[in-house]
Each structure stands twice: as structure tokens, then as C-alpha cells.
T-cell receptor
């Protein structure tokens, strides 16, 4: 699977949008971009995934660049409960395995 | 939907004893389950993959005789840590999926904190 690069940490203000970047310059045509988050001492939570089109669900939006070499996860109105480690993972759709990197530690401040 | 539970949520045991952790898919049939381990301030590391009714596939460096995995039904997988030692103390997390059944990703349990004294 292609590797991803994420910032180590970022702060954001409660109520504001949080934009989390992810680089995946070696992504292949059959690889999807997945986002998970892990709140402290809990199991990871699936957020969203996409192939090439932008995606939105009740939790977040995923913006994938046209060349697919990077993406941005957007939390539209960050709350204190969004404080977590966010993982950007690239994988082939029919390959179950997920390879977790270090992720981005997001701290939402009041 | 796609809820996964783990039991127990935490366990403390003496060195040399065995500990069993259960992972259940509550509202779907899990054809494939995964077991991860996470040490403090580190990311998740995949230990093994199990398909229902088959032997588990272990990642390189994971001792299959120490970490026994059973996936005997479509809703239950168990991880038994045999002869546990303090270095086995960790956060163990399972996940489950069913691609053929329409689930397009893994869904994770809440984790089990194991402390070996």
C-alpha cells in the first residue's frame, strides 16, 4: 500500500472547521483513501473514505486532489470531543488490511 | 450499525497465566476479524488476521503459539495470550469486516487493556 504523510500534531479552535492534510504521492489507481480517528484509550473509529471524488457524510468531508496525491479531511465544526489521533490510510479496496502510521494528534481547544 | 464489542475492557493477571479476550460483532456477520496491539504512545500494530472457520494468519514477528486466535463463528473471535509476561502488557484491539456482505472497511472494538504483573 502507498505510504501517507501527515503532520504530527495540530490545534484547532472549538466551533471552527478543522482541515487535516494528508500526502499520498505514490497512491495507485486502485487505492482508496481512508480516514480513522482514535480517541484516547478507545478503538479506532471509521470516519470516511474515497477514491477520487469528494465525499461527505455526517462526520466529515473528504477532499481529494485531482491528481490524487493528497487529500484533506474537514471536520466542519470541531468540538472538544473531536480531540483524537487522526489516521489517513491508503489501501486497495479489496485488501482488508489497514496499515496505521503515526497519524495527526488533533487537539480542539475551547 | 457495524458495532463490535470486546470483553473484558481491562484485565490484570499474574505473570505465567493465560488470558482470553473476546471480540464480537453485534449486528453483522464478520467473515474476517483482525487483532491489533498498541503500546503506549505508539500506533496500532496488526498481529493477525482470521477468517471464520480457518486458521489465523499471523504477522511477521508475532508468536502464534503465544497468541492463540480462534474464529469459530461469524460473530465471535477470541485471542488467548498464553503464559503472559509483563512485556505482553498492552492495549489489544480487534476489528471485524465482511466485504462480501457489503461492509467496505474494518470496524473496531473498544479495546482491552491487559496488565501483566
Amino acid at each position: 500500500d502507498a505510504k501517507t504523510t501527515q503532520p504530527t500534531s495540530m490545534d484547532c479552535a472549538e466551533g471552527r472547521a478543522a482541515n487535516l492534510p494528508c500526502n499520498h504521492s505514490t497512491i495507485s489507481g486502485n487505492e482508496y483513501v481512508y480516514w480513522y480517528r482514535q480517541i484516547h484509550s478507545q478503538g479506532p473509529q471509521y470516519i470516511i473514505h474515497g477514491l477520487k471524488n469528494n465525499e461527505t457524510n455526517e462526520m466529515a468531508s473528504l477532499i481529494i486532489t485531482e491528481d490524487r496525491k493528497s487529500s484533506t479531511l474537514i471536520l466542519p465544526h470541531a468540538t472538544l470531543r473531536d480531540t483524537a489521533v487522526y489516521y489517513c490510510i491508503v489501501r486497495v479496496f479489496n485488501d482488508y488490511k489497514l496499515s496505521f502510521g503515526a497519524g495527526t494528534t488533533v487537539t480542539v481547544r475551547a | 450499525g457495524a458495532v463490535v464489542s470486546q470483553h473484558p475492557s481491562w484485565v490484570i493477571c499474574k505473570s505465567g497465566t493465560s488470558v482470553k479476550i473476546e471480540c464480537r460483532s453485534l449486528d453483522f456477520q464478520a467473515t474476517t476479524m483482525f487483532w491489533y496491539r498498541q503500546f503506549p504512545k505508539q500506533s496500532l500494530m496488526l498481529m493477525a488476521t482470521s477468517n471464520e472457520g480457518s486458521k489465523a494468519t499471523y504477522e511477521q514477528g508475532v508468536e502464534k503459539d503465544k497468541f492463540l486466535i480462534n474464529h469459530a463463528s461469524l460473530t465471535l473471535s477470541t485471542l488467548t495470550v498464553t503464559s503472559a509476561h509483563p512485556e505482553d502488557s498492552s492495549f489489544y484491539i480487534c476489528s471485524a469486516t465482511n466485504l462480501a456482505g457489503g461492509l467496505d472497511t474494518q470496524y473496531f472494538g473498544p479495546g482491552t487493556r491487559l496488565t501483566v504483573l
